[in-house]
C-alpha cells in the first residue's frame, strides 16, 4: 500500500551554494499526491513545486526544481533519496526559501527523522514503474541506462585523478533496506581545486569540509576522513537513487551510471518516458512490493553516522 510519513519532522542548517539559513519540514500527505515541494516564502498560489523530471531546470551542481510560475528548489537529491531509500510515496516537503539544506551532506539526518517519525500505511494500493526494454543516453565519456530488472538495482563507476578517490564501481539492490544501511550516510564529495573555483564565481558559499568530503590528490581534507573506503562512489548512487525518485513513481529496474551526473540520470528519465514501449505502470501486489525501493527498512532502525 502507499504510505507517508505519520508525523512532522524539520530540519535546519544552510544551503550549500547560497550559505543561507535554510529549513525544510517533512509533512503527510494524501494518497496519490506524490512528492511535491512547497515554498512557504513566495505569494499564495504560486509555491507548489511537484518532484518529476519534466520540472528540473538542469544545473551541473545540483538538482533544481522549477515550477510554471518560476519559483524554484534547489539541492533536492538528498532529501528525495531517504524518501525513495526509506518507502515513502507521499509527502509535502515544506521550505522557507530557494535550497534545501545540506546538513551534513548525505541523506543520513533525513532518513533518521524519517525513521524515528515512523509510517503511515494508506488505503490505496501504490503503482511501481517497470522498465521493459534497455534506455540509454550518453555524453562524452558518460553515460547512464535502464535496463529491466526485476527490483530496482544501482550500479554506478566512479574515475578521479586524485589518489584519494581514484576509480571505485559498486552496486546495490535497494530493495532490501541497503539504502539506509550503505549509502545514506554518504556525503558529496569534490575536489580542492573545484571548491576554489566555485567560491570564485560565488557558488558553495555553504559548503565546509563538515558537509562534504573535501580532497586535494592523495590526502583527504576533511577531519576524521572517510565514512567509507568508496564514499564518493556510494553518494553518487545516493544521488542517483533521488534523481530517479523524480520519475514520480517506484522503479523495477536496473540502473548503471558511468561518470553520470543529474543532469544525465535527469535525461535518461526524459529519454525513458519519450519512448512509451520503454517501461509500463503496474499495480504492485504483496509479491511486486517486496521489491520496491524501501522494501526491508526497519522502522525501529535509526542508522548511526560512522
Not at 522549477?66 to 528548489?73: D, K, P, S, Y
Not at 568530503?213 to 564518493?232: I, K, M
Request: proline share 5%; aromatic share 4%.
Amino acid at each position: 500500500m502507499q504510505t507517508t510519513i505519520q508525523t512532522a519532522v524539520s530540519f535546519h542548517g544552510v544551503g550549500l551554494h547560497s550559505g543561507e539559513p535554510a529549513r525544510a519540514t517533512i509533512l503527510p500527505a494524501q494518497a496519490g499526491q506524490g512528492i511535491v515541494f512547497r515554498r512557504s516564502d513566495v505569494a499564495a498560489g504560486h509555491g507548489r513545486i511537484p518532484a518529476l523530471w519534466d520540472h528540473v531546470h538542469q544545473s551541473p551542481l545540483c538538482t533544481r526544481l522549477e515550477n510554471r510560475h518560476g519559483v524554484t528548489v534547489s539541492t533536492v537529491e538528498h532529501i528525495m533519496a531517504a524518501l525513495v531509500g526509506c518507502g515513502i510515496h507521499n509527502a509535502t516537503i515544506e521550505i522557507d526559501g530557494p535550497e534545501i539544506p545540506i546538513l551534513d551532506g548525505s541523506s543520513a539526518a533525513f532518513v533518521r527523522g524519517i525513521l524515528r517519525h515512523g509510517v503511515r500505511h494508506m488505503n490505496a494500493p501504490v503503482s511501481a514503474l517497470r522498465v521493459l526494454k534497455p534506455v540509454e543516453v550518453r555524453r562524452g565519456a558518460a553515460m547512464a541506462r535502464l535496463l529491466p530488472n526485476e527490483s530496482l538495482t544501482i550500479e554506478f563507476a566512479i574515475d578521479f585523478e586524485d589518489a584519494a578517490i581514484g576509480s571505485q564501481r559498486k552496486l546495490l539492490n535497494m530493495s532490501n533496506g541497503s539504502f539506509v544501511r550503505e549509502l545514506s550516510n554518504s556525503r558529496t564529495f569534490c575536489r580542492k581545486a573545484d571548491v576554489d573555483m566555485m567560491r570564485a564565481n560565488g557558488l558553495a558559499l555553504g559548503g565546509t569540509l563538515e558537509n562534504a568530503v573535501v580532497v586535494d590528490g592523495e590526502r583527504v581534507l576533511s577531519p576524521g576522513g572517510l565514512r567509507h573506503d568508496d564514499e564518493a562512489v556510494r553518494h553518487k548512487m545516493l544521488d542517483a537513487v533521488g534523481d530517479l525518485g523524480l520519475a514520480g513513481l517506484p522503479i523495477l529496474g536496473h540502473y548503471q551510471g558511468i561518470r553520470a551526473g543529474h543532469a544525465l540520470t535527469n535525461n535518461l528519465l526524459r529519454e525513458l518516458f519519450s519512448r512509451p514501449d520503454s517501461h509500463e505502470i503496474v499495480l504492485c501486489d504483496s509479491a511486486t512490493a517486496g521489491h520496491l525501493p524501501g522494501a526491508g527498512v526497519h522502522w525501529g532502525e535509526i542508522p548511526e553516522v560512522a
